[in-house]
Each structure stands twice: as structure tokens, then as C-alpha cells.
């Protein structure tokens, strides 16, 4: 099975972003073209691409493919459009998509072979119909292409021959949101307190966050703590991710791990880039 279904876990594109490629506590809108996926000498950059053409409209990005290693590398580009599940994890999109970006994309060159230490530009043509006045993505998959090797023979009757072939592959999500579109709700629709999945000895946030607008969200939540007792008061560290329309994910934030035993309130708060409404949801409890 190809590495990039690793490169999800690493990327969560993506989704954890995106997630994983680390943290805005600045901008809910930052791009990560500047930053690369790397895997056994390979590069590919950027890591996502988040655009907001106008209906109408045609432009050309870029992708690079860098092969630092000794060895020639081929890599075929293609189309994976998704969908969400609870978890943000990206799961094949249903035939026909209405918002499967990969219809408005053309790769050129869908295939390129690299010798040692080169590196190449594959262009991707963006054509935004009038009519697309809605959301769209899709991810771009840069899969090693790797030439089958002859298998061995076999040399008995209880004995076989496994033509299993490691490769690399990397994902770089794109993301469409048109000028017109109305990133006008992210809401919080649960907010309580779990153990941690890995240590039940300790505990989470976990927030419901659905997107109710027909726009992208790119979304930082975060957790405001205040010691009921004494007052003082304790932000957590931001979670930065993107909701799709209309689709909901869970959002874990952990306690802090030098929290002092006593009374609580938390405000979890939910940032989707909108000047005018910022959503939150508080509880009480008491720790330990």
C-alpha cells in the first residue's frame, strides 16, 4: 500500500491541514505554499493551495517535484476528490460531486521521470466556469510510479513469490472558495470533557464544530480556562483546521498538563475569520 495514505496522517491536508503541518494562531486564512512534503529524498510543494477565483475565471499554479536523491524517480499526478468524515479524514467523494474541484483542473504534465538531484514544475490550469459560484476541492495525488521487478522463482511447492513494490506518494490539497460565498457560520454544536483515547488517566476537550455556511471555513478554535477560586485565567493552545459546507468534525484540545486541582469554567470558542460573529460554548467542572 503507497506511503501516501501515511502522508494523510502527516498532512491532517490538511484537513488536521491540515492539520498537521502545524498550527496558525495568526491568520485562519494562511497558505502553505511555502512549505513542502518530504519523504526518502523527494519534495513536493506546496503543501495545499487555498485560492478564491472569481466564477469565470482562469488562472495557473504551480506544483514542484524535487528528486535530491541518486536514483531516476517517475511520478504520475491524479485526482482524488473527497469528502469528511467525523474525524476530518478525507473518504472518496460520491460520483459526480458537486464539489469535486478535480473538473475544473488540468495537470500538465500528468507524468514526468526526474534524474538524480533534478527537479520540475508541473503546471495546473485552473478554468473556474460562470456557473461554479459555489465551494470546491479536490487533492492532487503525486504518486512514485515504480516498474514492476521480475519476481523471483519459486522454489518449492510451499513457497511463493510476493510482487510487492515499495513507493512514495504525496498529497497536496486544493481548496476553492469563490469571492461570493458566505463563510457566515461555524458553529460549535457540543462542547464537553473526555478521556483521552491514548491515556484514559487523562482529559480532553472535545468540540463539535459543524459549518453551516457554503463556504470553506478555515477555523482556529481554542479553549479560555479561568479558576473559579483564585480567577486565573488560562488560554490553551489554538487548534488551526478546515470544515467543509455542511459537514461537521470533532476537535480535540487537551487539558494542560500542570492544571492545578479546583473549581473551572471553560469557554471553548470557535474563530472562522468572520469580523462580526465568533461562536463559544462554556461548562463548569471540577478537576481532578
Known amino acids: 500500500m503507497k506511503n501516501y495514505f501515511t502522508s494523510f496522517a502527516i498532512i491532517l491536508l490538511g484537513f488536521t491541514v491540515l492539520l498537521a503541518k502545524g498550527q496558525n494562531t495568526d491568520n485562519t486564512k494562511k497558505d502553505t505554499a511555502n512549505t513542502k512534503y518530504k519523504d526518502m529524498g523527494v519534495a513536493v510543494s506546496p503543501a495545499s493551495m487555498h485560492l478564491s477565483l472569481k466564477p469565470g475565471t482562469t488562472t495557473t499554479k504551480e506544483i514542484t517535484i524535487n528528486n535530491d536523491t541518486k536514483a531516476t524517480k517517475k511520478f504520475s499526478l491524479n485526482f482524488f476528490d473527497f469528502v469528511a468524515d467525523q474525524n476530518e479524514k478525507p473518504v472518496a467523494a460520491p460520483k459526480n460531486s458537486k464539489y469535486a474541484m478535480s473538473r475544473y483542473i488540468n495537470i500538465v504534465p500528468s507524468y514526468v521521470e526526474l534524474k538524480p538531484y533534478e527537479k520540475t514544475k508541473i503546471k495546473l490550469i485552473i478554468n473556474i466556469p460562470d456557473t461554479a459560484d459555489y465551494s470546491a476541492w479536490t487533492i492532487i495525488m503525486v504518486d512514485q510510479a515504480t516498474d514492476r521487478p521480475k519476481l523471483d522463482p519459486v522454489q518449492n511447492d510451499k513457497t511463493i513469490s510476493m510482487g510487492v513494490i515499495p513507493s512514495i506518494g504525496f498529497a497536496v490539497y486544493i481548496y476553492q472558495n469563490p469571492p461570493n460565498v458566505k463563510i457566515n457560520n461555524v458553529e460549535i454544536t457540543s462542547f464537553s470533557i473526555a478521556n483521552d483515547k491514548k491515556d484514559p488517566t487523562k482529559k480532553d476537550f472535545v468540540m463539535n464544530i459543524k459549518n453551516t455556511g457554503d463556504g470553506i471555513g478555515y477555523t ?7 479558576n473559579i477560586t483564585d480567577g486565573k485565567k488560562t488560554r490553551l493552545p489554538n487548534v488551526s483546521f478546515n470544515v467543509l459546507p455542511q459537514f461537521s468534525r470533532d476537535v480535540i484540545i487537551k487539558f494542560p498538563a500542570d492544571l492545578t486541582p479546583g ?7 470557535v474563530d472562522f475569520g468572520n469580523e462580526d460573529v465568533i461562536n463559544g460554548q462554556e461548562i463548569e467542572f471540577t478537576y481532578p
Open 220 to 226: 482556529v478554535a481554542y479553549v479560555d480556562l479561568v
Open 263 to 269: 473549581k473551572y469554567s471553560a469557554l471553548g470558542v
